[in-house]
């Protein structure tokens, strides 16, 4: 069973376009992250989620809109797509906040997003 | 402010060699966690290995070993007996005290040479 599901893998949309990713954990963590990479494969945490409640929202333009409808799912939605907007965004779980061992994230497979 | 450095953006080694991917870290938590993630080119970010703060013990898995320093605050992978699949981006990373948040590195590119 996959631990962290993402969908769809691939992401071909034309500007301007409003689009959706999915993202599902069954580990039963508490804390969801969105993450952007970019082409030189940097890694930008956008968002975090623990227990549904949002506890990191990096300078993300306002067109990125996470929802997590229970701690199990958070998914991202993007309007207005921009060529910028090119990347492999990433979705991640982990458990705990602040208790020692500090837990790993698991990541999702990554969706690939492409906007011509 | 927490941050998370890796020096070497590509590396190559030779099939059967070890190698040391190099990290250093900057915190003034006392808890904390350090790990590392191996992204091959079909894209997966996989987990490798986990230190905490307070582990007094190397942590290894596998032919992977995390040499860590905590006065240089340094936390360098190291790999043993490399082997073509080694061939990767490599990414340092650091959980914060609260926890809430995982800081990367700029990852370093790893080749295996046959």
């Known amino acids: 069973d996959t631990a962290v599901s993402q969908t769809p893998k691939y992401l071909v949309t034309q500007m301007g376009n409003d689009k959706s990713i999915k993202c599902e954990q069954n580990?039963?963590?508490?804390?969801m992250y969105w993450y952007k990479q970019d082409s030189k494969k940097f890694l930008k945490i956008m968002f975090s989620?623990?227990?549904?409640?949002?506890?990191i929202n990096k300078t993300v333009p306002n067109r990125f809109s996470p929802k997590s409808p229970d701690k199990a799912h958070l998914n991202l939605h993007i309007n207005s797509l921009e060529l910028g907007d090119s990347a492999v965004y990433f979705c991640?779980?982990?458990?705990?906040?602040?208790?020692?061992?500090?837990?790993?994230?698991?990541f999702g497979p990554g969706t690939r997003l492409t906007v011509l | 402010a927490q941050k998370i450095t890796q020096t070497q953006p590509g590396m190559f080694v030779q099939e059967k060699e070890a190698v040391t991917l190099d990290c250093t870290y900057d915190?003034?938590?006392?808890?904390?966690?350090l790990f590392w993630y191996k992204q091959p080119s079909s894209g997966e970010m996989i987990f490798l290995i986990y230190?905490?703060?307070?582990?007094?013990q190397n942590a290894t898995e596998g032919r992977y070993s995390l040499n860590f320093q905590k006065a240089r605050k340094s936390a360098n992978l190291v790999i043993s007996a490399s082997q073509l699949g080694d061939s990767a981006m490599y990414f340092c990373?650091?959980?914060?005290?609260?926890?809430?948040?995982?800081?990367f590195g700029t990852g370093t590119s790893l080749t295996v040479i046959p």
């Open positions: 991640a779980s982990s458990q705990g906040l602040g208790d020692y061992p500090l837990n790993e994230q698991f």
């Open positions: 580990l039963g963590h508490d804390t």
């Open positions: 989620y623990n227990n549904k409640e949002l506890i």
């Open positions: 915190t003034s938590d006392q808890s904390y966690g």
């Open positions: 230190q905490g703060s307070y582990d007094e």
């Open positions: 990373a650091m959980r914060d005290q609260e926890g809430n948040q995982f800081y």
